[in-house]
C-alpha cells in the first residue's frame, strides 16, 4: 500500500470510532529514539524513514513534523503522499497541539494509542484541545491497519555486561539510584528508558538495531527492585545473578498490573517525556501512589562515567580510531587505483574493518556515507538503488561508529577525493574552526550545553552560517549513540560535570551544494580551582586523523592550530602501537604537523 492509501484506511477507522483526530509519534512503550521494526508505525504509515518525526492526520489533512536535520529527506520521501512537510523551529510551523486544535471541530474526539505515547505529549494535547471541548480517546489503530505484515516484537536473548567493563554492580548502581530519590523527596520509580534499564542493572540484549538493549521495565522502590521482561529471553545465570543482586524478575506484559498492585503509600518520581500514558493513568489511578515529576534520575548516573567505565571507553576509541585508519588507507588505495566504488561500499569496509578489532560487537547505528551534494543531508543513508558513484573530486562524508564490550563510538570524517577547490576548503576550514573552538573550551562549572552550543555555532555565525541541529550529544557506554541527559544545543539547560562524554560535530550543510562536518567525542573533565570556582575543560577521545588536504591554515589562529598538532600528535601515540609498520608510516603523515 502506498501512504495515501494507508491514511484512507486510517481515516475510514476514525469515521468508524467517531474520532476527528490521530497521531503516530516516532515512539514505543518506552520513548525509544531508535526502534524496534515493529513500532515503526509512523515511517510505515508515511514513508519517511528518519528517526525522528510525528505524524498528525485529521479527517482531512495530514501532517509529518521533523527537525532540521531530515527537511531534504522528508521533502522528498513525503512527495505524493498528500502528508504536508511541517518544519520544525520554523517561525511558520505551528506546534502539534495547535495545528490539532485548528483542525479538530469543536467537542471533537482526539485518538491516540497510550502505549506509545508520552505523557509529556498527551499533557500539551489536552491543554491546547481543551479550550475547544475536544476530548482524547486511547485507541490504537496501527495493529488492526498494519496487521500480519507487522514485524514480531523483539525477544532477544538477554545477558549481564561484566563488571569489569561496567565499574559498578547492580546492586551498587541501585543503592545510587535511591539515594538520587531520597535527594528529590521521592522513594520509588519505575525506569523505562530503555538505556536506564540496561545501565541500571548492567543488562543487554539486541532488541533494536544498533542499540544493545532489551524491552523491558525496572520498578525500584525502597526495599525492592522487579525487571520486567520476557522472562524465556534470559538465561538461568542471569537471573541468578540479578536476583543476587537484590533484584526479582517478572514478566513484560505484567508491568501495569504490577503498579496498579502496589499497596504502600508511596511517592513516585516520573519524567513525562519517558513515561508513557498508559502507565501515567495505572499510577495516576492508585490511590497509594503519589506522583512527583522530576527528571529520570538514572539518566545523570549513567550520564556521568565512572573511571572504569572511561578507561574502557578510551580503549574503545583507540581500537575504534585504528579500524578508521585501514579505513581510510584503504578507501585512498582504491582511489588512487581507479577502482569504481560506490557510497553503498563504505558501510561494507567500515564493518568488516571494525568486525576485525577486538571485543567489537558491531556498528552503534546506520553509517552516513554522503558523497558531494549528498552530504547537505544530514542523516543520509545510500540504498543501492541510488546510490552515488565516488568520483576524484568533491568530498566524501562518513559518520560511523561501533559497540564494543567497553564503550559505544561515534565518530565523522569528511575525506577530500581530489585536489579541493578553494570554496571547498573554506568551508572544510570553517567547520573545522568551530569543532576546535568548542574543544578548546574551558569553563565554569555549572554551565550548561545550552551555554556552551554558542562556541561552535559563533565562527559560522560570524559568516552568516548556521546549522539545523544540535552541536552535539552525550554517548551511552554499550548503549545508545544518542544519551543524554547533556546536549550541546541551545535548549539543553543540564550542567556539564567531569565524567560527562559529549560529541563536538558542527556543520555546513548547503542543499544540492555540498556537506561537511568533523566530529570527536569529548570527554568533561576538571581544568582547575581559582579563587572563582572549579572549573571544566574537554579532553578528545575520538583517535583519528583529520583529513588535512582541504585544511586552510590563515583560516586558523595560532591557537587553533597547536590544537589541531596537539590532537594529531595524540592520535599518533595512541594509534601506534595498534598498527603495523605500512600503517604507522600512514598515520605519520597523516598526523604531520601544519605549519601556520
Same mark, same amino acid.
Given at each position: 500500500?502506498?501512504?495515501?492509501?494507508?491514511?484512507?484506511?486510517?481515516?475510514?477507522?476514525?469515521?468508524?470510532?467517531?474520532?476527528?483526530?490521530?497521531?503516530?509519534?516516532?515512539?514505543?512503550?518506552?520513548?525509544?529514539?531508535?526502534?524496534?521494526?515493529?513500532?515503526?508505525?509512523?515511517?510505515?504509515?508515511?514513508?519517511?524513514?528518519?528517526?525522528?518525526?510525528?505524524?498528525?492526520?485529521?479527517?482531512?489533512?495530514?501532517?509529518?513534523?521533523?527537525?532540521?536535520?531530515?527537511?531534504?529527506?522528508?521533502?522528498?520521501?513525503?512527495?505524493?503522499?498528500?502528508?504536508?512537510?511541517?518544519?520544525?523551529?520554523?517561525?511558520?510551523?505551528?506546534?502539534?497541539?495547535?495545528?490539532?486544535?485548528?483542525?479538530?471541530?469543536?467537542?471533537?474526539?482526539?485518538?491516540?494509542?497510550?502505549?506509545?505515547?508520552?505523557?509529556?505529549?498527551?499533557?500539551?494535547?489536552?491543554?491546547?484541545?481543551?479550550?475547544?471541548?475536544?476530548?482524547?480517546?486511547?485507541?490504537?489503530?496501527?495493529?488492526?491497519?498494519?496487521?500480519?505484515?507487522?514485524?514480531?516484537?523483539?525477544?532477544?536473548?538477554?545477558?549481564?555486561?561484566?563488571?569489569?567493563?561496567?565499574?559498578?554492580?547492580?546492586?551498587?548502581?541501585?543503592?545510587?539510584?535511591?539515594?538520587?530519590?531520597?535527594?528529590?523527596?521521592?522513594?520509588?520509580?519505575?525506569?523505562?528508558?530503555?538505556?536506564?534499564?540496561?545501565?541500571?542493572?548492567?543488562?543487554?540484549?539486541?532488541?533494536?538495531?544498533?542499540?544493545?538493549?532489551?524491552?523491558?521495565?525496572?520498578?525500584?522502590?525502597?526495599?525492592?527492585?522487579?525487571?520486567?521482561?520476557?522472562?524465556?529471553?534470559?538465561?538461568?545465570?542471569?537471573?541468578?545473578?540479578?536476583?543476587?543482586?537484590?533484584?526479582?524478575?517478572?514478566?513484560?506484559?505484567?508491568?501495569?498490573?504490577?503498579?496498579?498492585?502496589?499497596?504502600?503509600?508511596?511517592?513516585?518520581?516520573?519524567?513525562?517525556?519517558?513515561?508513557?500514558?498508559?502507565?501515567?493513568?495505572?499510577?495516576?489511578?492508585?490511590?497509594?501512589?503519589?506522583?512527583?515529576?522530576?527528571?529520570?534520575?538514572?539518566?545523570?548516573?549513567?550520564?556521568?562515567?565512572?573511571?572504569?567505565?572511561?578507561?574502557?571507553?578510551?580503549?574503545?576509541?583507540?581500537?575504534?580510531?585504528?579500524?578508521?585508519?585501514?579505513?581510510?588507507?584503504? #578507501? $585512498? /588505495? *582504491?582511489? +588512487?587505483?581507479?577502482?569504481? =566504488?560506490?557510497?553503498?561500499?563504505?558501510?561494507? %569496509?567500515?564493518?568488516? !574493518?571494525?568486525?576485525?578489532?577486538?571485543?567489537?560487537?558491531?556498528?552503534?547505528?546506520?553509517?552516513?556515507?554522503?558523497?558531494?551534494?549528498?552530504?547537505?543531508?544530514?542523516?543520509?543513508?545510500?540504498?543501492?538503488?541510488?546510490?552515488?558513484?565516488?568520483?576524484?573530486?568533491?568530498?566524501?562524508?562518513?559518520?560511523?561508529?561501533?559497540?564494543?564490550?567497553?564503550?559505544?563510538?561515534?565518530?565523522?570524517?569528511?575525506?577530500?577525493?581530489?585536489?579541493?577547490? #578553494? $570554496? /571547498? *576548503?573554506? +568551508?572544510?576550514?570553517?567547520? =573545522?574552526?568551530?569543532?576546535?573552538?568548542?574543544? %578548546?573550551?574551558?569553563? !565554569?562549572?555549572?554551565?550548561?550545553?545550552?551555554?556552551?552550543?554558542?562556541?561552535?555555532?559563533?565562527?559560522?555565525?560570524?559568516?552568516?552560517?548556521?546549522?539545523?541541529?544540535?552541536?552535539?550529544?552525550?554517548?551511552?557506554?554499550?548503549?545508545?549513540?544518542?544519551?543524554?541527559?547533556?546536549?550541546?544545543?541551545?535548549?539543553?539547560?543540564?550542567?556539564?560535570?567531569?565524567?560527562?562524554?559529549?560529541?563536538?560535530?558542527?556543520?555546513?550543510?548547503?542543499?544540492?551544494?555540498?556537506?561537511?562536518?568533523?566530529?570527536?567525542?569529548? =570527554?568533561?573533565?576538571?581544568?582547575?580551582?581559582?579563587?572563582?570556582?572549579?572549573?571544566?575543560?574537554?579532553?578528545?577521545?575520538?583517535?583519528?586523523?583529520?583529513?588535512?588536504?582541504?585544511?586552510?591554515?590563515?583560516?586558523?589562529?595560532?591557537?587553533?592550530?597547536?590544537?589541531?598538532?596537539?590532537?594529531?600528535?595524540?592520535?599518533?601515540?595512541?594509534?601506534?602501537?595498534?598498527?603495523?609498520?605500512?600503517?604507522?608510516?600512514?598515520?605519520?603523515?597523516?598526523?604531520?604537523?601544519?605549519?601556520?
Amino acid at each position: 500500500m502506498t501512504a495515501k492509501e494507508k491514511l484512507e484506511i486510517l481515516r475510514e477507522k476514525m469515521a468508524e470510532n467517531q474520532v476527528d483526530g490521530y497521531i503516530i509519534p516516532s515512539s514505543d512503550p518506552h520513548m525509544t529514539e531508535y526502534l524496534a521494526d515493529c513500532y515503526q508505525s509512523r515511517s510505515w504509515f508515511s514513508g519517511f524513514n528518519g528517526s525522528a518525526g510525528t505524524l498528525a492526520v485529521s479527517r482531512k489533512e495530514a501532517g509529518l513534523w521533523t527537525d532540521g536535520r531530515y527537511f531534504i529527506q522528508a521533502e522528498r520521501q513525503l512527495a505524493g503522499s498528500d502528508i504536508q512537510l511541517m518544519r520544525m523551529a520554523q517561525k511558520e510551523t505551528p506546534e502539534i497541539p495547535q495545528w490539532l486544535a485548528q483542525q479538530l471541530p469543536e467537542g471533537g474526539v482526539m485518538g491516540l494509542d497510550g502505549m506509545v505515547i508520552s505523557t509529556a505529549l498527551v499533557k500539551s494535547l489536552e491543554k491546547a484541545l481543551s479550550k475547544k471541548g475536544i476530548t482524547l480517546k486511547d485507541i490504537d489503530f496501527v495493529a488492526p491497519i498494519w496487521g500480519q505484515e507487522r514485524p514480531a516484537v523483539p525477544a532477544t536473548k538477554a545477558w549481564i555486561q561484566d563488571v569489569k567493563y561496567a565499574g559498578k554492580t547492580p546492586a551498587e548502581k541501585l543503592t545510587l539510584l535511591r539515594e538520587a530519590l531520597a535527594e528529590q523527596e521521592a522513594d520509588s520509580v519505575l525506569v523505562t528508558r530503555l538505556d536506564s534499564v540496561a545501565w541500571l542493572l548492567n543488562l543487554r540484549a539486541d532488541d533494536i538495531a544498533y542499540n544493545p538493549f532489551a524491552l523491558a521495565y525496572c520498578l525500584v522502590t525502597p526495599e525492592s527492585a522487579t525487571l520486567f521482561i520476557t522472562t524465556c529471553r534470559m538465561p538461568k545465570e542471569a537471573a541468578s545473578y540479578l536476583r543476587e543482586q537484590g533484584v526479582a524478575v517478572r514478566e513484560y506484559s505484567q508491568v501495569v498490573d504490577a503498579v496498579k498492585e502496589i499497596s504502600s503509600p508511596s511517592v513516585f518520581l516520573y519524567e513525562p517525556a519517558g513515561l508513557n500514558y498508559t502507565l501515567y493513568n495505572a499510577m495516576e489511578q492508585n490511590p497509594a501512589i503519589t506522583l512527583l515529576e522530576g527528571d529520570d534520575p538514572v539518566q545523570l548516573l549513567k550520564g556521568v562515567k565512572n573511571p572504569v567505565e572511561i578507561e574502557n571507553i578510551k580503549t574503545a576509541h583507540a581500537r575504534d580510531g585504528a579500524a578508521m585508519v585501514r579505513f581510510a588507507m584503504e #578507501l $585512498e /588505495e *582504491k582511489m +588512487a587505483a581507479g577502482e569504481p =566504488l560506490t557510497e553503498c561500499d563504505i558501510p561494507d %569496509m567500515l564493518r568488516r !574493518l571494525r568486525g576485525e578489532q577486538p571485543e567489537n560487537l558491531g556498528e552503534s547505528f546506520d553509517t552516513i556515507a554522503a558523497y558531494g551534494e549528498n552530504a547537505a543531508m544530514m542523516h543520509y543513508h545510500p540504498v543501492p538503488e541510488a546510490c552515488a558513484s565516488l568520483q576524484p573530486k568533491g568530498f566524501l562524508l562518513v559518520d560511523s561508529g561501533g559497540q564494543y564490550y567497553g564503550g559505544t563510538t561515534d565518530i565523522t570524517r569528511t575525506y577530500a577525493l581530489g585536489t579541493p577547490t #578553494l $570554496e /571547498e *576548503k573554506e +568551508a572544510y576550514t570553517l567547520v =573545522l574552526k568551530s569543532h576546535i573552538d568548542l574543544a %578548546m573550551a574551558v569553563f !565554569l562549572e555549572g554551565v550548561t550545553g545550552g551555554n556552551l552550543d554558542i562556541l561552535a555555532r559563533s565562527p559560522m555565525w560570524k559568516r552568516g552560517l548556521d546549522y539545523r541541529c544540535g552541536t552535539g550529544h552525550g554517548v551511552g557506554f554499550l548503549g545508545g549513540v544518542h544519551e543524554g541527559p547533556q546536549s550541546l544545543r541551545v535548549t539543553n539547560n543540564v550542567p556539564f560535570r567531569a565524567g560527562m562524554t559529549i560529541t563536538d560535530e558542527p556543520g555546513i550543510y548547503e542543499e544540492g551544494q555540498i556537506g561537511v562536518r568533523t566530529e570527536n567525542e569529548l =570527554l568533561c573533565k576538571e581544568w582547575g580551582v581559582t579563587e572563582y570556582g572549579r572549573y571544566l575543560c574537554f579532553e578528545p577521545i575520538t583517535y583519528c586523523p583529520i583529513d588535512q588536504k582541504a585544511i586552510l591554515p590563515e583560516m586558523l589562529s595560532p591557537e587553533e592550530l597547536a590544537w589541531l598538532n596537539d590532537y594529531h600528535a595524540l592520535v599518533l601515540k595512541t594509534l601506534t602501537p595498534l598498527l603495523n609498520f605500512h600503517e604507522q608510516e600512514w598515520l605519520k603523515k597523516a598526523c604531520a604537523p601544519i605549519q601556520g
